[in-house]
């Protein structure tokens, strides 16, 4: 059975037209014309809307969730629990992954990882400002509890 009878199969088994059941080039491998005839307009933006009010609301989780702790640090000027190892490799890791980050379309995820950049840059700020000391001792006694 050759390639173009396999593709009218297809097409006939699964009711779609057979301009939307993709070519595969004979010398490299490759598919085309995968463009499919199936969907309304309609459809494909219900697809890509769901997505992105997902991605929303995740991001006003998370934004949310970070603001007590972001809070605490500037009310208290009191960052001992954190570590400054990771704090660092936090900032390189956010200054890493916006390469990639901001070559994605503008969405929700341009906001959320934003968001990252700005408060670990200023919790570092914060922790080299308030709790950090050369001799890695800070100037405040550590509370008894």
Not at 79 to 99: A, C, D, E, K, M
Request: proline content about 6%; overall charge positive; some cysteine.
């Amino acid at each position: 059975m050759g390639r173009s009878s396999d593709a009218r199969a297809l097409a006939g088994r699964y009711a779609v037209s057979q301009a939307s059941i993709p070519r595969v080039a004979r010398s490299t491998g490759e598919i085309q014309g995968t463009a499919t005839n199936c969907e309304s307009r309609e459809e494909r933006s219900m697809e890509s809307s769901v997505p992105v009010l997902a991605g929303a609301i995740s991001t006003a989780i998370f934004v949310f969730s970070a603001l007590p702790m972001l809070l605490k640090a500037f009310h208290t000027k009191d960052l001992r629990s954190y570590s400054l190892g990771n704090i660092l490799f936090t900032n390189v890791g956010n200054v890493v992954h916006s390469i990639y980050v901001f070559s994605l379309p503008p969405g929700p995820i341009w906001v959320l990882h934003s968001f990252y950049l700005v408060t670990t840059a200023l919790m570092l700020v914060w922790y080299v400002r308030y709790q950090w000391r050369p001799g890695g001792r800070s100037d405040r006694p550590a509370e008894q509890g």
